[in-house]
C-alpha cells in the first residue's frame, strides 16, 4: 500500500537560510509525488509534483523538491527562506484509483 | 476564475442536529472529496466521489453521509451520530489523470455549541 511519511512535526529556521523539509515514500510502482502548503484557515495550495524526468523539480514561490529513488524521499527545499514561508507542509503521494495520500505536515517557522 | 467554493466559512451545531456543508466545484472536475482536520494535525478522508452519482466511503466515513447529484456539487452532512464533529472541513477537486494534482477550498470549521 501507499504510504508517505514526515519525520519532522516542525522545522525552525532563520530567514535568508537555505531550508529542508523531510518526506519518505512507499509505493508499488512509479510514485506521482506532490508538495502543498497550507495557510492558517485556508486550503491547501499546490506548490510542485514530481512525475517522471528531472530529479530537481521546481515549483511556485521560489520552492523545489528533489527526488531519490534510492532512499525513496521527496525533501522539500528553497535556498532562502522567508519569513512568510511560514506555514504547515504537506507531502503527498498518488494512492490507489482517484486517492491522495498525504503525510502528516510539517510546521515551518522562519524566524527574523 | 476556476476553483473550489466552501461554505459557510463557520458553522455551529447544535446536539442531535445534522448540518450540511456546501462545496462547488467549476473546474470541470470528475473527482471531488471531503477531508477532516483536527487541531495540528493531517488530512483524514471523508467520502470521495469519481464521477455523478457515484460516491465511496473513506477513512471516517461513520457519521457523515454525502450526494453527488450534479458534477459541480459535493455536500457533506455532519449527522448527529458524528459524536466528535469539531474540525475543520476542507473540499477537493481534481482532474482526471494520476499526476494531476487537487484543489481544495478554503474549508468550514464546525463548532460544537
Known amino acids: 500500500a501507499q504510504s508517505v511519511a514526515q519525520p519532522e512535526d516542525q522545522v525552525n529556521v532563520a530567514e535568508g537560510n537555505p531550508l529542508t523539509v523531510k518526506c519518505t515514500y512507499s509505493?508499488?510502482?512509479?510514485?506521482?509525488l506532490f508538495w502543498y502548503v497550507q495557510y492558517p484557515n485556508r486550503g491547501l495550495q499546490f506548490l510542485l509534483k514530481y512525475i517522471t524526468g528531472d530529479n530537481l523539480v521546481k515549483g511556485s514561490y521560489g520552492f523545489e523538491a528533489e527526488f531519490n529513488k534510492s532512499q525513496t524521499s521527496f525533501h522539500l527545499k528553497k535556498p532562502s527562506a522567508l519569513v512568510s514561508d511560514s506555514a504547515l507542509y504537506f507531502c503527498a503521494v498518488r494512492g490507489g484509483g482517484f486517492k491522495t495520500i498525504f503525510g502528516a505536515g510539517t510546521r515551518l517557522f522562519v524566524k527574523a | 476564475d476556476g476553483g473550489i467554493t466552501q461554505s459557510p466559512k463557520y458553522l455551529f451545531r447544535k446536539e442531535g442536529q445534522n448540518v450540511t456543508l456546501s462545496c462547488e466545484q467549476n473546474l470541470n472536475h470528475d473527482a471531488m472529496y471531503w477531508y477532516r482536520q483536527d487541531p495540528g494535525q493531517g488530512l483524514r478522508l471523508i467520502y470521495y466521489s469519481q464521477i455523478v452519482n457515484d460516491f465511496q466511503k473513506g477513512d471516517i466515513a461513520e457519521g457523515y453521509s454525502v450526494s453527488r447529484e450534479k458534477k459541480e456539487s459535493f455536500p457533506l452532512t455532519v449527522t448527529s451520530a458524528q459524536k466528535n464533529p469539531t474540525a475543520f472541513y476542507l473540499c477537493?477537486?481534481?482532474?482526471?489523470?494520476?499526476?494531476?494534482?487537487?484543489?481544495f477550498g478554503d474549508g468550514t470549521r464546525l463548532s460544537i455549541l
Open positions: 509505493v508499488s510502482g512509479n510514485p506521482y
Open positions: 477537493a477537486s481534481k482532474g482526471d489523470r494520476g499526476h494531476q494534482p487537487q484543489h
